[in-house]
C-alpha cells in the first residue's frame, strides 16, 4: 500500500507540474498554439511519465534503506541518530553567527548554501564518529549496557563470552570441549565469520571448499545441539576491512574472550590485550607425549616438503612427517616417532617408517 501511495503521489505530482508548466511559457509562444486545452494535456501526461520513473527510484530507495534500518544492529541505529542530532546541533550553533552578518543583496544565496552544507557535512561527520564506538556509546546511553540486558533477558550467561573465529570453527576440537562441558559462557558467532566461511565453501579450490563446508556443517551441529548457547552476532565494522582486526575490536567491545587456533591471531589480539584462548595451547597442555620410539599408525596422505618425505596426520589434526615415505602416499603404516617439535601454532611429529613392524606384517 505504501509503495503504491508513493509512485501515485509522484503522478499525480508530476501531472500538476506538467499541466501547470504551460502558463510559464510566453504569451508570444502561447499565441501559435491553437489547442492550448491539448497542450496542457500532452504536458501533463509527460509529466505523469517523469513522476513514474522518479516514484519508482524513490519507492525502491525507500524500501532498500528501510531494510538496512531493520537489519542494523540497536547499538549503531542508535549511535547513528544520536551522531545525527549532535552533528546538526553543532552545525546550527556554528552557524548561527554567519546570519546575524550583513550580505549585500546579489550575495544573500551564501546564507542559505552555507547553511545546507554545512548542516550535511556536520550531520556526516557526528555519525561517522558515533557509529565508530557505536557499542561504547550505546552503554554510555544505557547504564545496562548492552551485555547486561541480554543477561536480564535470558540471552547471555553472567560467564565471560567467548567470540569464535573462522579457524576454530573449521577445528572442529570446539564441538568436543561443548560436549565436555569444560567451555563456560555465551559463544558469539559474528556475522562476518559466517560469510567468510561461505566465501570458502564456494571456493575454486577443493581443498578450501571442503573447509568451509565443514565449517558450516560444525556451527549447524553446535547451534542445534546447544541452541542457548550460541548467538549470532551481527556487529559489523564497515570501516575495517581485515576479519582479524574486526574480531579483536569485537572481543574489545564485548570484553569477551578471543576463542582460536590462529597463531598470528592470538599474538595480535595478545598486543591489544585481548583474552586469548588458543585450542592448540589447551591441546598441548592435555595431548600425551609422544617420546622417541613410540609406535603410531598413520596414513600417509602426501609428499612433504623434502622428495622422500610423506605427510600424515593424527586423528586431532597433528602433523606426522614420515621420513623415506613418500613411496607409501595412500597406505596405512605403522611408523617410530623420532622427533617432536611443539609450538602455539600447532605440533609435528617426525617419523620414520617401522621396517620390522611391517615385515612381521
Known sequence: M????????FILTGAAVGF??????PDSALAQVSNIEGLESVTAGFGALVGVAIGLIVQTSYRRIEKQIIEMPPDRLLARAVGLVVGLLIANLMLAPLFLLPFPVKFSFIKPVTAVMGSLIFAVTGMSLAETNGRALFRLVNPNSYETLLISEGTLKPSKSKVLDTSSIIDGRIEDLLKTGFIEGQLLL???ILQELQRVADS??????????????IINRIRKNYPDRVIVDPADYDDINAVDSKLVKLAQEMKADLLTTDYNLNKVASVQQVSVLNINDLAKALRPTYLPGDDIEIRVLKEGKE???GVGYLNDGTMVVVEEGNEYIGDNLVVVVTGALQTSAGRMIFARPNRSAMASS
Open 307 to 309: 622428495p622422500s618425505q
Open 204 to 217: 575454486a579450490s577443493d581443498q578450501k571448499r571442503a573447509r568451509g563446508r565443514r565449517g558450516l556443517d
Open 20 to 25: 501547470f508548466s504551460v502558463d510559464l511559457l
Open 190 to 192: 559474528p556475522q562476518f
Open 2 to 9: 505504501l509503495d503504491a501511495l508513493i509512485v501515485f503521489s
